[in-house]
């Protein structure tokens, strides 16, 4: 008898820890759970426009509102630090988790492999491209991948000073405009006894020659971006109708440009007109001089309406820690309601197309519907993927046509022998 108590104790015994030893499991297992549910993903966000700081830093405070267990954190650095910031933690592998990318640099970060692809998350989550302009969805595909989500898009409108149109009894430009037009008004605008010029030609791709070439039925790279196109004639006439600004005494000099941009020289009343992209928007419209004396129109025609369209993408580190939240990030910062919220601030213009309108109506009192108005005639940022080097070309080339040491026809066709060297060794 004895012995079977001490059988039946050894049993309870054992059965007790057993239970035991499943509480403790089922609890471990349980505060494991929670610990996980509360941990909090942090995610950052690589920008580089002050002027945009603001509306982004909203968007990551709404994002947050609804995704509890991640935090943004927006970093800032200007434009001429951003990507030797990005290569240099590149090296590191400590690439912010979600950051800006650029059509000129697109190519080169995503065979390097830096870049999420974002293919199959698209396809899983239904994202509908259509919704943002085609040519962005182009610039952002490498083989048949695409590797950011469009943020914005910018094109480059005629602005004028009605003031000093007014002054001088010449009427003010119209989308209906010729560069012929343009050409007889900067001569009857300028007035060196003031210092005034009636346009600037700098020697600007994107809000310069990245134009008028295409309008003069030439091109920068060919669509399989496998060949230069700078020494065909048409090419080499959208450089020279810049060239003929300064010649006509209608445009400051490369140097005097050199020495104040542009921009500066129409907030101060020096010039009457000015080519400028979509992003000075908010310097225009806010300088105490211009903001109630400017207003804009589409680019003049030349031989047909051609205007470069670029645009940033958000894009994803290939390495990041956080690949879905970083992709919940990216993909609420494609949404219409984000959009809405950048279209609202009025500083840049929105990639998602059905909140325009909402963009062109917080610019009121000024025709910014111009940059829109082009969308339909846009073609994409010319790039490849070693397009900082053929840039560096260009600048060597035209540097010297911009200062009449050297002719367009001698200098295009340069280009275009050296920047087919680069385009060459890109594919090998």
């Given amino acids: 008898m004895k012995s079977k108590k001490i059988l039946y104790l050894l049993l309870v015994l054992i059965l007790l820890s057993t239970f035991l030893s499943g509480c403790r499991t089922k609890d471990t297992s349980s505060d494991q759970s929670q610990k996980d549910k509360n941990k909090i993903a942090t995610l950052s966000y690589a920008v580089w426009d002050k ?77 509908d491209l259509n919704n943002y302009p085609q040519s962005l969805i182009d610039l952002y595909t490498y083989k048949n991948d695409i590797y950011a989500i469009p943020k914005d898009w910018d094109t480059t409108a005629l602005w004028y000073n009605k003031k000093i149109f007014d002054d001088a009894k010449v009427p003010y430009p119209t989308d209906s405009w010729t560069w012929d037009d343009l050409r007889a008004a900067a001569k009857k605008l300028t007035d060196k006894s003031k210092g005034i010029y009636g346009i600037a030609a700098p020697q600007e791709d994107q809000q310069g020659y990245y134009n008028t070439i295409p309008q003069c039925g030439g091109f920068i790279i060919s669509e399989d971006g496998t060949t230069s196109g700078y020494d065909k ?148 940022y010319p790039h490849s993927v070693d397009t900082a080097k053929w840039n560096q070309i260009e600048l060597k080339y035209f540097t010297q046509v911009w200062n009449f040491q050297m002719s367009p026809e001698d200098a295009c066709k340069k280009i275009a022998e050296e920047m087919n060297e680069v385009l060459r060794n890109e594919k090998k």
């Fill in 233 to 380: 004639p048409e090419s080499i006439e959208g450089i020279k109708c810049w060239i003929d600004l300064i010649k006509d005494g209608s445009s400051p000099t490369s140097k005097q440009l050199a020495d104040t941009q542009p921009s500066n020289l129409f907030e101060s009343g020096k010039l009457a007109m000015v080519f400028q992209g979509s992003w000075m928007i908010p310097e225009f419209t806010k300088n105490e001089y211009l903001k109630d004396k400017v207003d804009l129109v589409v680019m003049p025609k030349i031989k047909k309406r051609v205007a470069v369209i670029h645009g940033l993408g958000n894009a994803i580190y290939s390495k990041t820690k956080h690949p879905d939240e970083a992709w919940e990030f990216v993909k609420y910062l494609g949404s219409k309601e984000a959009n809405e919220i950048v279209a609202k601030s009025g500083v840049v213009i929105p990639a998602y197309k059905s909140v325009l309108q909402i963009f062109i109506d917080a610019n009121k009192g000024y025709n910014v519907k111009a940059y829109v108005d082009e969308l339909e005639y846009s073609y994409m």
């Fill in 51 to 127: 002027n945009q700081e603001p509306v982004m830093r909203k968007l990551a405070e709404e994002f947050e509102k609804t995704h509890p267990n991640v935090k943004i954190k927006v970093q800032l650095t200007p434009f001429r630090q951003y990507w030797t910031k990005l290569e240099t933690e590149a090296n590191g592998e400590n690439v912010p988790d979600v950051f800006w990318i650029q059509g000129p640099r697109f190519q080169k970060y995503a065979k390097a492999k830096l870049l999420m692809p974002l293919t199959d998350r698209i396809k899983k989550d239904n994202i």
